[in-house]
């Protein structure tokens, strides 16, 4: 792709809306439709269309291997750590309630980080998949 | 704190697993592994004392109170089965070590252990959860962590296995959250205890009978009742060696209690037993499973895969106590839970040690094994004789109940059956003692390391001693399979 200029600065310049678009979707979850898993597959598309683009070898050079394996994990642990959070602040698992002083203002906090832990496991788990995929050696692989 | 224990049962084997992927450190996640399968029967005898004498815990995820919000209902029931599965993993993860430090490539450790712990929460999920929704999650999460680990085996026929198992375990899945479904439709509850109450004011019983159908094929496909166990033999035979003994003496289980905690508490007994020929039909295959997979285990060329043939026959024996509907066959049934778990834990745990000096699994790479490694033999030799139900032993103990349970009714024929299918398991007993104590050793195979390593011959004879244990003093084990019989008979839950 290294002799399409138009499709490069074009690249270029959607990755930041298509980013932000994903935290809209992520941050606007609880007044319309959207939340962690589509924020999840949208921030992961801005990657993916980003190692399209430039290339499997820059597209990992931005999020590394390591890294989107441990946003596989470090979404569920969060998700498990603010259950855990109810349980040390005198609740029981998953209560948000007790995780501020007025219980609606508890449940918002708590599925913001619930939905939080969602995006970064979704988003891990998509482009862990994609790397496996796009990083088989195929057959009939011209040179690149 | 104790308040707490149902939830800490799954969560603390929950958080562990995502904790080892980012430790990415195989000996620091097998520590991990230790301690939390540890923790984790600690737990599950906890809320067993708890429970105990017809007791009951409630949890509600999240302070919803039941049936709005996610309910965790424990009984002596799914204490009692949380114990089989937490006790398993307690003593398989020592075993573990070795094993997989053999079997396993060094860079995929960590992401073992991890599936490790995944599947330990899914079991324990399945067992302590009362929400039929968050059932078929937990199902979905140890089924498909199991997939993982039976395809990390080092036979490369592992990866076909674990494919097999993951479609026709797709397939059971499937059927159950279809079963859910329509309960969900009829009764408008996912709450196991609250549809149990709703389901007599159904007035339209077809879509509840479908429900029962649907439920009873999607579990018994992940029991592995026969005709529905073709996935079992290649996943038992080709997983590494501790895989195969944490599976064969847990995942089975789990289901066969899922298939109990619908009949008995949500659909109950007259509706199942009672109005359709379900115990007829639970016979026929139950029989069926004892005598077609015994002989197949007979003609098997792999002694790894011949007791994964005696597994399926053992489950029919499990399926045959539940299809009596009655307090001695349901406790038969129930106590050979923990028994055949125990016998093919220790069986597969000790084979594990052969795999470790034999090239191969076949009888032929056996021969001379009772002079080369005489303790994993003997061993084996006496999980062989708690298979067939020899006195003395653990499988004698539900042998006895299952007779007795079919002599109540009357059924001879079938007290006659159990006894003949003990032979049959005494024909393919025997080729593993032919194998090893009737033929000189291998050359080749005599001057390597003999005996398996202590690290896994502990554990594995921590389970055979159990087996001979508890086929003595049965006080613990039928105590906990008849308190827990009364309480599914009394349908309520």
């Known amino acids: ?144 | 704190m104790i308040t707490q224990l149902p939830i800490l049962q799954v969560v603390i084997p929950l958080i562990a697993a995502p904790l080892m992927v980012l430790l990415r450190h195989g000996t620091a996640a097998w520590l991990l592994a230790v301690g939390v399968s540890w923790a984790s029967l600690a737990i599950a005898l906890g809320l067993l004392s708890e429970v105990a004498g017809g007791g009951l815990v409630s949890y509600a995820l999240g302070s919803w109170p039941p049936p709005w919000g996610i309910e965790y209902r424990v009984d002596s029931v799914n204490a009692y089965l949380a114990v089989i599965v937490s006790m398993v993993a307690a003593v398989v993860v020592v075993y573990m070590r070795r094993s997989v430090a053999e079997e396993v490539p060094q860079e995929h450790h960590y992401l073992f252990y991890s599936m490790y712990a995944l599947c330990l929460a899914g079991l324990l999920g399945i067992a302590l959860t009362g929400d039929g929704f968050n059932m078929f999650v937990f199902f979905e999460i140890s089924s498909l962590a199991t997939y993982v680990l039976i395809a990390l085996g080092r036979d490369r026929r592992a990866l076909m296995a674990a494919y097999q198992y993951l479609i026709m375990g797709t397939i059971g899945a499937t059927f159950f959250v279809i079963g859910v479904g329509l309960l969900y439709l009829m009764t408008g509850t996912l709450n196991l205890a609250d549809m149990a109450a709703r389901l007599p004011d159904v007035t339209d019983p077809r879509p509840v009978l479908a429900a029962l159908a649907f439920i009873t094929v999607g579990v018994s496909l992940k029991l592995a009742l026969f005709p529905l166990h073709l996935w079992l033999p290649n996943a038992y035979a080709y997983a590494p060696s501790a895989v195969t003994a944490f599976l064969a003496a847990t995942a089975t289980k789990v289901s066969v209690y899922v298939l109990l905690r619908f009949y008995f508490s949500v659909f109950g007994e007259t509706a199942v037993f009672r109005a359709l020929p379900t115990g007829s039909i639970l016979l026929a295959l139950s029989l069926a499973a004892v005598f077609v997979a015994s002989v197949v285990a007979i003609f098997q060329g792999n002694v790894k895969r011949m007791f994964a043939y005696s597994s399926v026959a053992q489950i029919g024996y499990i399926t045959l106590g539940v299809s009596f509907d009655s307090a001695t066959g349901l406790t038969a049934g129930i106590v050979h839970l923990f028994n055949h778990a125990l016998t093919k834990g220790a069986l597969f745990l000790l084979l594990g040690g052969i795999a470790l000096r034999a090239a191969a699994m076949r009888f032929d790479d056996l021969r001379g094994m009772g002079r080369l490694m005489p303790l994993t033999s003997f061993g084996i030799v006496l999980g062989g004789l708690s298979l067939i139900g020899v006195p003395g032993t653990v499988g004698f103990v539900s042998k006895w109940y299952l007779v007795v349970a079919a002599l109540e009714q009357g059924a001879w024929w079938i007290a006659f059956l159990v006894v003949a299918g003990s032979l049959l398991a005494l024909a393919y007993v025997w080729r593993f003692v032919e194998a090893a104590y009737f033929h000189a050793p291998d050359p080749k195979m005599a001057a390597g390391p003999g005996e398996a390593p202590l690290s896994m011959l502990v554990p594995a004879w921590l389970m055979i001693a159990a087996c001979v244990y508890f086929g003595l003093d049965t006080g613990l084990t039928l105590g906990g399979a008849g308190e827990a019989a009364q309480v599914l008979l009394k349908g309520k839950w």
């Open chain 1, 1 to 144: 792709m290294r002799d399409f200029l138009v499709l490069r600065v074009v690249a270029k310049i959607m990755m930041a809306f298509m980013l932000l678009f994903a935290l809209y979707v992520q941050f606007h979850g609880d007044f319309g439709p959207g939340g962690g898993f589509q924020a999840g597959v949208i921030a992961a598309a801005a990657i993916i269309f980003y190692a399209i683009i430039f290339g499997l070898p820059a597209a990992r050079k931005v999020v590394p291997d390591r890294l989107v394996e441990a946003m596989v994990a470090a979404g569920v642990l969060l998700y498990a750590s603010v259950g855990v959070a109810g349980m040390l602040l005198g609740g029981n698992y998953l209560d948000y309630f007790v995780l501020h002083a007025d219980p609606v203002e508890g449940q918002h906090r708590g599925i913001f980080w619930i939905e939080a832990g969602v995006l970064i496991t979704v988003a891990g788990v998509m482009l862990k998949v994609f790397y496996l995929f796009a990083g088989r050696p195929s057959e009939d692989e011209d040179g690149q």
